[in-house]
Structures are given as C-alpha cells and as structure tokens.
C-alpha cells in the first residue's frame, strides 16, 4: 500500500521535494498550496506599482512559490541563501547539491548562459573591494527572468503530474496534526508531512510548531533599504556579476552589511506583509528601466535576554509604515545626510526618477534606529569606493526594506523535526534564504523522507 505524503507549499522548496518522492512507486504525493497556478498569478503591484495587499498574495503565494514572480535569479554557491554545508556535513556535497538543484531547472528550460564567469574581472572588483576595505564574494548566477519563469513551473508541473503528484491549489492549510493536515476545513492523510510554506507561512508554521512542540528557535534578521541608482553607475560591476555580493562591517558599530538582490535597470516593487509595507525589487528581461536597484541590508542578531528577532523586525516596520502613511518611504541620500525630509519636489529635482511611485517622500532616520541609519551612510560610503556615484546625494533609498527570516526550526539529519513524521524544508523553515538553497533543502527532506521510510 502506498504512503500518503502531504507537501505543504508549492514553492522551490515543495515542488523539488515531491520531484524526488513522485519517482518511486511507494508514495502517494499531494502538494497543497494556498495560492493560484502560475498562470493566474497576477500582481497590481507590478501592473500599476500600487500594492492593494491581496489575500492571498500573488507575489508571495501559490505555484512556484515566492520564486514563482522573481527575476528567478539562481545563486550557484552553497553558501548563499543559507549554508547547505551545515546540512550536508561538507562542502563537496553541498556543491554536488547545488549542480544537482541547476541540472533541474537547466531540464525545465532555464536559460544556459550564466554570468560571473569573467575571472579577470572577477579578480579587479575583488582587488577594489580589497582596497575599500569590503569583500567581495563572487557567485555564478542563472537569471531565469520573471518572464520565463512561468514556462519553467509550468513544466515542473507538467512532469510532476505526468508521474502522479496531485496539486490542490488555492487550499490553505489550516493545522498540522500526527497522521494528517487540515486543509480548507478538510482532513487530508499523511503518513509524512513535509512544511515548506516560505516566508508568506512561516509565521503560521513557527505558530503550528510551537503548538506541536517542535523545537525552534530564533535567527537573526536583516533590516536596511533598497537603493536605486542610475543603471550606469552600477553598470562595470553588473557586466562582472549580475547580482554583486558585497560585505561590509561598519566602522562605527562594526556591523555587518550586504549588499543583495541587485536588479539592473529593474524596478522597485512594495510588498505588503499583515499590518505593514516593505518594499523589493525585481528585472525583467523585456522591459528596461533607466535605474539599477538592490537591497543594502544590516544584519541583526538578539542575545539576551530577549531573542525575538522578528517582535523587533516587526515594531521597526510598523513604524516606517506609520511614518510612511502606509506606504515606504523614499529619500535621497543627500537628504538623508543633510538631516532633512525628502519632498516630490526635492525628488523630481534630482537626475534619478524613482520607479516605484507609490511612496511617500519622507525622512528614513524617523523609521529606522540610528544605529542602522548609521550603518547605512558609512557602508554607502565604502562601496561608493568599489562603484563610485553610488553613494552620490541623488541616490534614491527606500525603507523599509526587511528580510524576516523564519524562525530556525531544529531538524535531524534527515530533515525531520522533533514530531515524528513531520519534515520541514525551504525559507519558513529557516532552513533558506533563496531559490537554489530551498530547492536544495526540499530534495534532502524528501531524501529524509525516504530513509524514514526504509527506501534509501
Ligand atoms: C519579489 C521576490 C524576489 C525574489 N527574487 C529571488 C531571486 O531572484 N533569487 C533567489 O534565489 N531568491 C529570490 N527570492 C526569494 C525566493 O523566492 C525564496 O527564497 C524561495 O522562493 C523560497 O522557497 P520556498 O519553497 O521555501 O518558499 P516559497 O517560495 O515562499 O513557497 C512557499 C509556498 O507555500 C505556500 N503556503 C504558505 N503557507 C501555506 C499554508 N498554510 N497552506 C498552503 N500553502 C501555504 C505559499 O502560498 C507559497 O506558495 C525572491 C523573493 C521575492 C518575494
């Protein structure tokens, strides 16, 4: 008789997971997703640059996962997006991971030219970024493109169901039980449970976790802006590498920031979240803005006595969205130097025109503690070295720009929680931080999976 496995999330991290279990005969496997199919996902926001907070989010939620509306930008290093080595025990097999999580998209029509190949140019912008102080971490990227990724998912699905995985979309999962979910109201058997419901769930997840005793814990966040400048400023350092990676600790406080999500001539998108506004960007491949823009993050960890990462994350945001007049903020940077408010007028009299326009010109060092404020101007300093012009006064910063990890839930070797039978992968999990690395973490579940089960 075969097993009933229930994935939870139709994300990189559900949809690899049940790619690895459909291939055996012994499984029975349903994949439950609160969001649409790929080809009804459609967001105002990145119609028309206004968010109406859709519930379901159709940028968050559905197939394809919070990937599924993404640049689809594919990091190929273990340790980006989380570190699979700390899963996998070593960096060889950590590599082989990735390669393995590439081979897939590649089959499902995902573009075969990569960039971050060029080791001259490669080895200059390390030797800058040397000299300012800051490293630079070198990465070979697959950009998929928002506009293909549709066909892409479309595929996975297609061969999914060809080997008998069943998809029940727009149903929500409503509670994890031993032996089953409650799903839109309605129980569905599980002889396994695989969570991997992204950032959208995992304040659901962390919630059902802590109900069902599975241990947890929490992660450090990241919480920052996303800067938007001419795509010519940026542009020697995008011809190296698509999505540059730099880190940087702080002279004052000797924090750490990064830079991340690198859109050349993209756009910058709101998100909204259960009571406030972020914002985030994206590229297309056919539709060209005149800007560059990409997240420059400051990492937070709590200690003691208070952990909760995600409570402070969270007041932050509140209060940007309070001072924002419930959409970000947006500054120049000389205004921000200056100690001023940002106007339209002071805006349109700057060289870089915004492209997200739902915001409010407002004063960045009112939403955010000084500290980050802090970090910001002096990180922006040191990586106007590697680019100059970035940190230049019409430099445009959005906030609030915040990476809410999922709390970390504790997992075995085989991906399984302290619940018997309930594995976990992906973002909500805590596990990852992108495509690549959650992709990665839901074919190890299923793996745990099949272990479980006396099949590996
Ligand atoms: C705008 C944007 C751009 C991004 N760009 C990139 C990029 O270029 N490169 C990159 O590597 N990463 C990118 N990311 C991050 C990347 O998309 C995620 O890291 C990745 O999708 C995580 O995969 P996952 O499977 O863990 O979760 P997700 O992709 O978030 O999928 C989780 C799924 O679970 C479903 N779900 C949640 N709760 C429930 C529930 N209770 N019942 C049923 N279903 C549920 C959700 O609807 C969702 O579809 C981007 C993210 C965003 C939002």
Not at 164 to 186: D, S
Not at 232 to 261: A, G, M, W
Not at 389 to 417: H, W
Request: net charge positive.
């Amino acid at each position: 008789m075969k097993k009933n496995v229930v994935i939870i999330g139709a994300g990189p991290a559900g949809l690899f997971a049940a790619r690895e279990l459909c291939q055996r005969s012994d499984f029975s496997v349903t994949v439950v997703d609160w969001g649409p199919d790929i080809k009804d996902r459609k967001c105002p926001a990145v119609e028309t640059g206004t968010c109406i907070g859709c519930r379901p989010c159709n940028i968050m939620c559905g197939l394809g996962g919070a990937g599924g509306m993404s640049s689809g930008i594919l990091n190929l290093r273990y340790d980006i997006g989380g570190d699979l080595s700390e899963l996998v025990g070593s960096r060889g097999a950590a590599d082989a991971l990735v390669k393995e999580v590439d081979q897939i998209f590649l089959e499902h029509g995902a573009p075969r030219e990569v960039s971050g190949t060029d080791i001259d140019g490669i080895a200059e912008l390390k030797r800058k970024a040397a000299a300012a102080g800051i490293s630079f971490i070198p990465i070979v990227q697959r950009h998929i493109g928002s506009e293909h990724l549709p066909a892409v998912i479309t595929s996975f699905r297609q061969w999914l169901e060809k080997r008998g995985v069943r998809f029940l979309l727009n149903t929500k999962v409503n509670q994890i039980k031993p032996g089953r979910v409650i799903a839109n109201g309605r129980p569905i058997d599980a002889d396994y449970i695989i969570a991997a419901p992204g950032r959208v769930g995992a304040k659901w997840f962390a919630e059902e976790a802590k109900r069902l005793n599975v241990k947890l814990r929490h992660g450090p966040i990241d919480i920052g802006v996303r800067v938007e400048i001419p795509a010519v400023v940026y542009e020697p350092l995008v011809s190296i590498n698509r999505d540059p990676k730099f880190h940087i600790r702080t002279k004052t406080f000797d924090d750490f920031v990064r830079t991340f999500c690198t859109n050349p001539n993209g756009y910058v998108m709101e998100e909204r979240y259960d009571g406030h506004v972020g914002v985030n960007g994206h590229s297309l491949r056919g539709v060209k803005s005149e800007n560059t823009n990409f997240a420059f993050l400051v990492r937070i960890e709590l200690t003691q006595p208070v952990t909760d990462t995600t409570a402070y994350g969270r007041s932050i945001a509140y209060l940007a969205t309070t001072i924002g007049g419930n959409q970000p903020i947006l500054q120049r940077l000389g205004d921000l130097r200056a100690g001023r408010r940002s106007t339209w007028e002071r805006i349109r009299r700057s060289h870089v025109e915004p492209t997200l326009k739902s915001v409010t010109p407002g004063d960045i060092s009112m939403a955010l503690p000084a500290r980050i404020v802090t970090d910001i101007l002096e990180g922006l300093d040191m990586l106007d070295r590697v680019a100059p012009g970035v940190a230049s006064d019409s430099t445009l910063l959005y906030a609030p720009e915040v990476k809410f990890y999922a709390m970390r839930i504790e997992v075995n070797e085989l991906m399984e929680t302290s619940m018997p039978g309930l594995f976990v992968a992906g973002d909500g999990a805590g596990l990852s931080r992108g495509i690549v690395t959650a992709a990665a973490t839901g074919l190890l579940a299923a793996r745990g999976v099949l272990k479980k089960a006396g099949l590996a």
